[in-house]
């Protein structure tokens, strides 16, 4: 037999390396570790990443810092999918950190993360992918990206994952993507809302409360809602809502709920289930503050459409409301406050509330310390007296009124204009108007009237406009110094707030005093320059610039150069002559002033005594200003004597040190209390004047007799007849610079003018027609020429037993004084010109 022979072993390979096991206690070298060829020694590093990212927030940015972000971004494109699998379990875990998100962003991760969304993908690739985007998707800019690279639809699909955490992080991520409208809509045009419906029968709240979240986002879409009727939604909702275990995530399933009622259909359907009379269940049920909270929100949803209102108080929720306003709680009360509002657009709720003493209840609020309490408050009281006396009348009864007048001062634009507006509705009644004013409501205005807000200076004017509307209330405006800011909104751009200044100044103007204050701070100048703009002019204030003209007919004769027969002299009435454009023009008191010169003289009118004048201009101090009457009053007594009793030594110090203190007043002081004010000089030439017309002309009882005897009066008054051809012979300049000079002052009274000429017979003409009841007007024309218009029925009747129509004709004064001549007659047209 042959001898085997030993075969030798073959030596190992060179270029083959023997295994080496490595450990390592350093981050840094496991990052170094991520650039390695070798998947195992990647999948280790990233598996050893994972661990240490998951330690804390430190951690993190340790590896951040240690360049471990970059790679790792890489990594997740690998094609080993252990490698791929563990790199995305460590760069979703660093992903929570603010400065690795940045960095993410910076190098383009986000198409890379959803490419691995696919189904084929490992669960736990979905899992950390889908935590890698919940967390960057909270930047605005990683949001669009998102969108931009499709990656809501892969998310919606993964809604249906049997892991829950892969639920958690899509439905995280979806919450976050649709705070932007294109979003929303894209959720349910790829059929996201069953999934999310789904997701309420979770086990896990976390899932549940972020799939409501979302739901409550996305059903402030129209469209959305209706695919969530269509989809049995408030199946699934009032389901969820039924069960007591859901009872922390009730909130958020009722703020769904709060905007899917907002569709009539909507209502219908979940009125037709039983639903409603489960939301009220919420509302009466004491339970947690939030639930209620969001189950009154989720009634004043439904209360914003007519019949929506009439289906709720068929159910009687004006009771639960009113028995809501007792309970505590700043965001139950807002929110019932505003339920309040919403129900009170229907009138029987209005009236229910009364009934049930609830605006008694909600009059209480306006002192509550929360400030968006007290703005809703006043804003279910404005709904609540919008065009109802009879509660106007309750938050009087209530004493409600003064806390609206105090919330004219509150910090809340809201609370100020809600306030406002209640005070508007009150002040229609005449009762509760001398109420509000008793409380200072102009002076409380001034603030109001001063806003930047819009909405607050539009409630503010209107208030005032319907304070405004009798003297007593004028009388505060002008004391309180309200006139002054309700002329500049006259400057404001809104149109709104322009509109409603123009009314207020057009109710303010109703009287004398207030109208010539008005036009002393440029109400006039700048209505005429609103009327003059096409776009800025509108129908108030054109009533606005009216009415101001009517209650100061000085200024309206010389700026129109007309007055009509409505338009009714007094005494201090005055011609300043015509105004040119631009040209401002000056009071009475300005003008005497002024020293003697040669411009045309101002025509006064004035028949009251001194006496009279006195007696007037102290009761109207006393009215307009009683704090500074007794002021004046007590000043005047200074000189007075007084003889203390016996005994009563303090009171004679108290006596003495009130003098002291009198006798230390500035002089100043003392000086302008008991300063007279300019007063016009009576004019009893004038007064006679009225007297013998007064018995003259009103015992003739035909009107054309009336108009000729009284113009036979004028002329003889004012120089007699004056032929045309001899009008230069007629000196009436010369006079009249006689009686300047006379007087002492360009102001002239009209009785003591003996030589007139058109302008001064006929305004003598028009004050003396106005003191008897003659019916005239004034008109003046160019140069110089003035007349009178009067109606006068002549001729016969078109139909038997009717008046003749009534035709203008001027009336002679001059040349053949007592003559009417028919109006537009080549007679009447010579007598305008020559």
Not at 260 to 279: A, K, N, P, Y
């Amino acid at each position: 037999m042959g001898k085997k022979v030993k075969k030798e072993s073959e030596p190992p390979s060179k270029d083959v390396f023997d295994p080496l096991p490595i450990e390592s206690k350093k981050a840094a070298t496991v990052v170094l570790m991520l650039n390695s060829p070798e998947e195992e020694v990647l999948v280790k590093a990233c598996e050893a990443i994972h661990k240490f990212a998951e330690k804390g927030d430190e951690n993190r940015s340790s590896l951040l810092g240690l360049g471990a972000v970059e790679p790792l971004s890489h990594l997740i494109s690998h094609e080993d999918k252990l490698v791929r699998r563990n790199a995305f379990m460590a760069l979703g875990v660093m992903a929570a950190n603010n400065d690795v998100k940045r960095l993410l962003k910076k190098l383009d991760a986000i198409p890379s993360i959803i490419r691995k969304l696919s189904p084929e993908e490992d669960v736990v690739v979905h899992e950390f992918a889908t935590l890698c985007l919940a967390s960057l998707s909270v930047d605005f800019s990683c949001k669009v990206q998102i969108s931009d690279q499709e990656g809501l639809e892969p998310l919606i699909q993964l809604l249906s994952s049997p892991d829950p955490d892969v639920k958690k992080n899509s439905v995280e991520t979806i919450c976050n993507l649709v705070q932007d409208l294109p979003s929303r809509v894209a959720v349910r045009e790829l059929n996201g809302v069953p999934p999310l419906l789904e997701l309420l029968r979770s086990e896990f709240p976390v899932i549940q409360q972020l799939s409501l979240r979302t739901l409550v986002v996305v059903t402030t879409d129209t469209d959305t809602r209706a695919t969530f009727r269509e989809e049995q939604g408030f199946d699934r909702l009032l389901e969820f809502l039924c069960n007591k275990e859901f009872s922390d995530l009730h909130v958020e399933a009722l703020q769904v709920l709060s905007n899917c009622l907002e569709d009539r259909d909507s209502l219908q359907l979940i009125h037709e289930t039983g639903g409603l009379q489960r939301l009220l269940q919420f509302i009466t049920t004491p339970t947690l503050l939030d639930i209620q909270t969001n189950a009154v929100k989720a009634i004043s949803r439904v209360a914003q459409s007519s019949e929506n209102r009439k289906l709720l108080h068929e159910q009687d929720i004006e009771r639960s409301l009113v028995e809501l306003l007792s309970l505590e709680g700043d965001s139950l009360r807002t929110a019932t406050c505003q339920a309040v509002a919403a129900m009170s657009l229907h009138l029987a709720s209005k009236d229910a509330f009364r009934d049930l003493d609830g605006i008694r209840a909600v009059v209480q609020l306006l002192g509550s310390e929360g400030g968006e309490v007290r703005e809703a408050a006043a804003q279910a009281l404005s709904s609540l007296t919008s065009s109802n006396q009879l509660n106007s009348y309750a938050v009087y009864e209530a004493e409600g009124d003064e806390g609206l007048v105090q919330q004219l001062h509150d910090v809340i634009p809201g609370a100020v204009a809600h306030a406002a507006a209640v005070l508007t509705n009150m002040a229609e009644q005449e009762v509760l108007r001398c109420s509000i004013l008793s409380h200072g409501a102009m002076a409380a205005l001034l603030e109001p009237l001063q806003s930047a807000d819009t909405h607050t200076l539009v409630r503010a004017t209107q208030a005032l406009a319907a304070l405004a509307c009798d003297a007593e209330g004028r009388a505060d405006l002008r004391n309180a110094g309200g006139l002054v800011p309700l002329v500049q909104l006259l400057r404001s751009n809104h149109k709104e707030v322009r509109r409603n200044a123009c009314w207020a100044i057009s109710v303010c103007a109703n009287d004398e005093p207030t109208a010539v204050e008005m036009c002393k701070l440029g109400a006039l100048d700048l209505l005429q320059e609103i009327n003059s703009s096409a776009n800025r002019r509108n129908t108030f204030s054109e009533i606005a610039l009216q009415r101001l003209l009517d209650s100061n007919l000085s200024l309206k004769y010389s700026l129109t150069n007309t007055l009509a027969p409505t338009d009714i002299t007094v005494d201090g009435f005055y011609d300043p002559g015509q105004a040119r454009s631009g040209q401002r023009v000056l009071t009475l008191e300005d003008l005497s002033k002024q020293p003697v010169n040669q411009r045309r003289p101002v025509i006064a009118i004035n028949a009251k005594p001194l006496d009279t004048v006195s007696v007037d201009q102290s009761e109207e101090r006393q009215q307009d200003s009683p704090t500074e009457t007794r002021t004046a009053s007590v000043l005047s007594s200074k000189g007075s004597t007084r003889t203390p009793s016996k005994g009563k030594s303090k009171g004679r110090k108290e006596d003495e040190k009130l003098r002291d203190e009198d006798e230390s007043k500035p002089q100043q002081e003392v000086a302008t209390v008991t300063e007279k004010p300019w007063m016009l000089p009576y004019d009893a030439a004038f007064h006679a004047l009225v007297t013998e017309a007064t018995k003259t002309i009103l015992p003739l009882h035909v009107e054309s007799e009336q108009y000729s005897a009284l113009a036979r009066l004028v002329s003889e008054v004012m120089g007699g007849a004056v032929e045309v051809d001899r009008q230069h012979d007629f000196l009436w300049e010369l006079h009249l610079s006689e009686l300047r000079y006379e007087l002492q002052s360009n102001i002239i009274p009209i009785g003591q003018i003996r030589k007139g000429t058109y302008y001064h017979r006929a305004l003598l003409y028009k004050v003396l027609a106005d003191r008897i009841g003659v019916s005239c007007s004034l008109v003046r024309g160019e140069y110089n020429r003035v007349w009178n218009e009067v109606l006068l029925s002549v001729g016969t009747p078109h139909y038997p037993g009717c008046q003749p129509q009534p035709r203008a004709h001027l009336v002679d004064l001059i040349h053949q004084p007592g003559r009417l001549l028919r109006a537009n007659t080549p007679q009447a047209k010579q007598y305008q010109t020559i």
